[in-house]
Each structure stands twice: as C-alpha cells, then as structure tokens.
C-alpha cells in the first residue's frame, strides 16, 4: 500500500500562487490514479483535481478549473498541485489521495489511501 506526504501549504494573499506536493512511498506509484481534495473548517471533503496514472488525462472540479493543474511526474513517485489566482474560499486543509485502478477520475468514497493534509490558507 502506498505512503503519502503532502508538503508545500501555507499563507497566501488572494490573488497569490502555492504549489503542493505529495510524495508517495511503498508503492507502485504509477499504478495508481491521484488526485487532490480539500476541507474547510465546517465542511465536507470535497474533490479538487486528479490525474490519470500515465498524467496524460485530468479532471477538476468547476470552482477550480482554469486556475489550478494537476500534475505527476512518476520517476519521482510525487504528484502536484499548482494553485493560481487562489481566494480566500480557497482556504482549506489540502490532502492527496491514491487510489487503484484504471481511469482518471477518483471520489472520497473510493480512495484508497489518504495523507495526511496540508493547511492552505488565502487571506483577503
């Protein structure tokens, strides 16, 4: 089963950018697809970005599309995430996410392994 650690958090002004990584251990890495999700003080988790495990196909949700990529490079086991134009409903704690499989897409309820988050905060 593969390892993750996410890395790359921090304070942003809005308008601002952050890059997140995750790197993966234990695993064959590029057989898994990868993906990004994030919670806010209150919420659910919700779904950000994945990447197929070639990186040749990707999928974002709408409140992020345009303004963040999702990315892998799988000679070095770590998948990321680059975040543009961030606002403050950006703020959130950001996890990566593996899960097995064929296709490019990945939801909470089929994750199969979780790190352990990184706090994204966009100040006004």
């Known amino acids: 089963q593969v390892q993750l650690v996410e890395s790359g958090g921090g304070w942003v002004q809005a308008g601002g950018s952050l890059r997140l990584s995750c790197a993966a251990s234990g695993g064959t890495f590029s057989s898994y697809v990868m993906g990004w999700f994030r919670q806010a003080p209150g919420k659910e988790r919700e779904f950000v970005a994945a990447?197929?495990?070639?990186?040749?196909?990707?999928y974002y949700s709408d409140s992020v599309k345009a303004r963040f990529t999702i990315s892998r490079d799988n000679a070095k086991n770590t998948v990321y995430l680059q975040m543009n134009s961030l606002k403050p409903e950006d703020t959130a704690v950001y996890y990566c996410?593996?899960?097995?499989?064929?296709?490019?897409?990945?939801?909470?309820?089929?994750?199969?392994?979780w790190g352990q988050g990184t706090q994204v905060t966009v100040s006004s």
């Open positions: 996410a593996a899960r097995s499989g064929s296709g490019y897409q990945i939801r909470v309820e089929n994750v199969d392994t």
């Open positions: 990447i197929s495990w070639s990186g040749l196909r990707t």
